[in-house]
């Protein structure tokens, strides 16, 4: 299993994170969120409730949404 360090918001409340009082004023910092990959303002797994640290699969399956593809161009061929 992954370990997550850092957590972006996005990532956090989509999983059911509640921020903890304890961090209630945790500093954010920019870079790049362990569960999405995408730069965000981040703050460590720790200042959230409700939230594991070894479930970066479980929680990535809830945010991560599949890329989109092309649709294929058709042609019709018609015969007269």
Do not use: F
């Not at 972006?8 to 304890?22: D, L, M, Y």
């Not at 500093?27 to 970066?56: M, Q, R, T």
């Not at 989109?68 to 019709?76: D, F, G, L, N, V």
């Amino acid at each position: 299993m992954s370990r997550i360090k850092h957590i972006c918001i996005r990532c956090a409340t989509a999983n059911g994170g509640v921020i903890s009082k304890e961090y209630l004023k945790s500093a954010l910092v920019l870079g790049e969120c362990d569960v999405c990959g995408e730069p965000a303002p981040l703050s460590i797994i720790h200042a959230w409730e409700n939230l594991n640290p070894y479930e970066k699969e479980a929680y990535q399956a809830k945010v991560l949404q599949p890329k989109r593809t092309r649709a294929k161009k058709t042609t019709e061929v018609e015969n007269a």
